[in-house]
């Protein structure tokens, strides 16, 4: 009997993991998709640019109530 395509989802006990691939600047870098809450899109608008800090420092936003620094 053939196996059956289970798609993407991973069976329990079998040490396989999903990973989320992302780039930041020229470096690729992953995450566990279990520890991944939720992917939000980035928006411009969304920042406020804190003076006088260093120029890699986008700014700040307000996300679920709390300061993060993107």
Do not use: H
């Not at 020229?26 to 800090?53: C, D, R």
């Amino acid at each position: 009997m053939a196996e059956e395509n289970k798609g993407i989802l991973l069976e329990s006990g079998t040490n396989e993991v999903e990973i989320a691939e992302f780039i930041v600047g020229n470096q690729n870098l992953g995450i566990n998709v279990a520890k991944i809450q939720q992917i939000i899109q980035y928006k411009q608008e969304l920042l406020t640019p804190l003076p006088e800090s260093d120029p890699r420092v986008l700014g700040v936003f307000l996300f679920r109530g709390e300061r993060t620094i993107p």
